[in-house]
């Protein structure tokens, strides 16, 4: 179905524009980010925001929600299929295969990743994630690394009300019996269990433990727990990451119904929850080691461990508790000028180079109505220029915000003025 053109244009439903000064938020939240996993030697990796269809079903699984129901797929222009990212961590793991750098591999990312679901509020159908991947270690210790760094990001943000719950997956050596036995399980709570997973025990039955239906949670009680039945490499594995986190203080709680949706995760799993937003989309992150996820994917063998943080999620959740309420800081000055605008064009220039934030007016618009727009733009000052500055050479430097009058000072001396007045600058 096309768009209706007649009428005006409107964004795809499910997704948002974010405009400045909202948009602030997103930046501090990236800067931050990037602060954050930097100190501990993680780099950027930016990769396509489309990959082949193939990378997301070999790497995710087709029988996922996000994979075979939501992902956005379509045959290109030379009749490949192509799907828009829905998560970060598959591209990943496919430039890892492709490129080899050496591990362990630490990255990062900011991507917005799509997926066809409900919308509804904090869930869309381009959201955007901030992740780490690494690649190439199976150390309990780098799960501990990971898992602290974004405890650590999301206490930054102020964001008090969240709740990290981990598990453990275990691996193919002790999941395979451990799914028979609960299949067996859950068929004898068939009847009890949602529409949508009555019929769905033969396939992959940890997904009916994740199912966020009352049906499911309840018919759920009493299955057996996966973190009981750990072959001991994984048993040992989970113990010495868990006793990492105390021993950080990074605290956690068990979550025996922590699978989460992908198929590529094996032994830790874990999800930061926000207790201040809706229970539907409480999710702020999440993620756990994939360390067959590599090979899956035609790699030679690589262990490997990522989380995602949902932007817009982490964002209500500061919302909700009043957080990150911070405001852009405005423009040092304004430049008004009322001599034609090309005064205002050297001045801002100048100051600009020498790190102010400096704005102005354009269109001609007379003395009142740039006074106006100066006053808006909460710059602590407006730089004046009228016809008798001009003819004497001068600025005049009126304050704004606090009772400062203003003063006359030599066109050449404004950067200095700006200087003197306690303005950043980058000198
Ligand atoms: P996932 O890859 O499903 O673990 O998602 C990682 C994080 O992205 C989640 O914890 C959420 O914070 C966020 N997220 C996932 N799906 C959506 C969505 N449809 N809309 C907004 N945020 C989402």
């Known amino acids: 179905m096309d768009a209706d053109v007649s009428t005006e244009p409107r964004a795809p439903t499910g997704t948002h524009d974010v405009l400045w000064p909202e948009s602030w938020r997103w930046e501090e939240l990236t800067a931050s980010f990037a602060r954050q996993v930097e100190r501990a030697n993680y780099g950027l990796v930016v990769s396509p925001m489309f990959e082949y269809a193939e990378i997301f079903r070999r790497g995710i699984g087709v029988d996922s929600d996000v994979v075979g129901k939501e992902m956005y797929e379509f045959a290109d222009r030379d009749g490949r299929v192509i799907a828009l990212r829905p998560e970060g961590t598959a591209s990943v793991a496919r430039a890892f295969i492709e490129r080899r750098p050496t591990i362990p591999w630490k990255a990062w990312y900011v991507t917005p990743a799509f997926r066809h679901e409900r919308p509804q509020a904090g869930r869309y159908r381009q959201h955007h994630q901030l992740g780490v991947e690494v690649l190439g270690s199976a150390d309990p210790e780098l799960d501990i690394e990971v898992v602290t760094i974004a405890a650590d ?19 193919a050596t002790c999941r395979p019996a451990y799914v028979d036995r609960l299949r067996e399980d859950l068929e004898k709570r068939k009847a009890l269990l949602c529409d949508d997973h009555r019929g769905r025990i033969g396939g992959n039955p940890l997904r009916i433990l994740d199912c966020k239906t009352a049906e499911c949670q309840a018919a759920i009680e009493g299955v057996p727990k996966l973190v009981d039945s750990l072959c001991d490499p994984c048993a040992a594995h989970f113990r010495r990451f868990r006793e990492g986190l105390d021993e950080l203080g990074v605290s956690y709680t068990l979550d025996f119904r922590l699978v989460r949706g992908f198929d ?11 207790h201040s937003i809706e229970a539907a989309q409480n999710a702020v992150g999440g993620g756990g080691r994939y ?17 995602a943080i949902g932007i817009e999620r982490l964002l209500l959740a500061a919302s909700a508790e009043g957080t990150m309420h911070e405001h852009p800081p405005p423009p040092d000055a304004f430049v008004v000028d009322v001599v034609g605008g090309g005064a205002a064009r050297g001045i801002v220039t100048e100051l600009r180079r020498a790190g102010f934030r400096v704005d ?10 740039q006074m106006k727009l100066a006053d808006r733009s909460g710059a602590d000052v407006a730089l004046i220029v009228g016809p008798e500055e001009q003819a004497s050479g001068v600025v005049t430097v009126r304050t704004l915000r606090r009772h400062g009058g203003q003063c006359t000072v030599p066109r050449s001396g404004v950067v200095a003025e700006m200087h003197r007045r306690g303005h950043d600058g980058d000198e």
């Open 291 to 307: 360390d067959g996820l590599v090979e899956m994917m035609g790699g030679p063998p690589t262990p490997g461990i990522g989380f």
């Open 360 to 369: 102005r007016a354009f269109d001609g618009r007379s003395m009142k109505a």
């Open 153 to 171: 990001f999301i206490e930054g943000t102020g964001v008090r009300k969240v709740e990290l719950k981990v598990n453990s997956m275990g691996d």
């Open 264 to 274: 590529y995760y094996s032994r830790t799993t874990f999800e930061f929850t926000a």
